[in-house]
């Protein structure tokens, strides 16, 4: 049995090691973000890195979803990490001398597999908008009604009660695990699964924004991660988010205003 001065050095090196790990994870996502973004530029590697205006094969689609995939684990990894450092700190109270990294990497897997799966449903949406020709070549809305009709649905949702839920459980990652925790490794992926299906629930209209910003526009990718990063760890996060509502509302009223003369 550890003292309370070891017990707090090991959880301590746990912290460090979880921080490490979650930092290399999101990095080595965004290093591949820009590699995309960066072929887009370019105009090089278009065939390897994105699908062409002619209608998706089956190689389109995978490589699309990669990209969603992958520009999830960007967004939401920084804005989970205080949840799964909660859960690796609980972990390693309740186990102890047994080291808290499996469950937590299972933890962070079922995380990510709720946002793969999204990533299939975005993908899946940008085909058929694609499909539709409501899409340029760099993946921006051609549609002012369409553009507005995103911002409009995603002000609404910001005070909406289903966003005032999913926020909460975000928010109170002690509260969570309290009333979730399950044991063992088969317990940790079901917490992840279930920590992800709260974060889809709190985030995934916001996603749709990038069809009005550009799926690509990296600069908008990193302001939407960071506002739903200050959404949950900010003491005034819940204002925060509804009050970017209102300004939504209110570009997506202009937009769909201007769509009309």
């Given at each position: 049995?550890?003292?309370?001065?070891?017990?707090?050095?090991?959880?301590?090196?746990?912290?460090?090691v979880v921080i490490s790990g979650l930092a290399g994870v999101t990095a080595l996502a965004w290093v591949y973000m820009f590699h995309l973004a960066w072929g887009m530029h370019m105009d090089m590697g278009m065939e390897m890195a994105m699908p062409h205006?002619?209608?998706?094969?089956?190689?389109?689609?995978?490589?699309?979803?990669?990209?969603?995939?992958?520009?999830?684990?960007?967004?939401?990894?920084?804005?989970?990490?205080?949840?799964?450092?909660?859960?690796a700190t609980v972990n390693r109270r309740r186990r102890e001398r047994q080291a808290p990294f499996v469950p937590t990497g299972v933890f962070l897997l079922g995380y990510?597999?709720?946002?793969?799966?999204?990533?299939?449903?975005a993908t899946s949406a940008q085909w058929g908008?694609?499909?539709?020709?409501?899409?340029?070549?760099?993946?921006?809305?051609t549609s002012p009604t369409l553009g507005g009709a995103l911002l409009l649905a995603a002000g609404i949702f910001q005070w909406s009660r289903?966003?005032?839920?999913?926020?909460?459980?975000?928010?109170?990652?002690l509260g969570f695990l309290m009333s979730e925790w399950r044991e063992g490794t088969g317990g940790a992926l079901v917490m992840g699964l279930r920590h992800g299906g709260y974060c889809v629930?709190?985030?995934?209209?916001?996603?749709?924004?990038?069809?009005?910003?550009?799926?690509?526009?990296?600069?908008?990718v990193a302001f939407i991660a960071a506002f739903i990063l200050i959404e949950r760890v900010a003491p005034a996060g819940y204002w925060v988010g509804r009050t970017a509502g209102l300004l939504l509302i209110g570009w997506g009223a202009w937009m769909a205003a201007g769509a009309l003369h």
């Open positions: 049995m550890y003292n309370g001065t070891s017990l707090e050095a090991v959880l301590k090196r746990d912290r460090i205006m002619r209608s998706w094969g089956a190689v389109d689609f995978i490589l699309m979803f990669v990209m969603w995939a992958v520009m999830m684990v960007a967004m939401m990894v920084p804005s989970a990490t205080p949840m799964i450092l909660m859960f990510l597999l709720v946002w793969t799966g999204f990533s299939a449903l908008l694609h499909t539709a020709a409501l899409l340029s070549p760099m993946m921006v809305s289903l966003k005032y839920t999913c926020l909460t459980q975000c928010r109170s990652p629930g709190c985030c995934w209209v916001l996603m749709g924004l990038l069809f009005v910003v550009g799926v690509m526009n990296l600069l908008w």
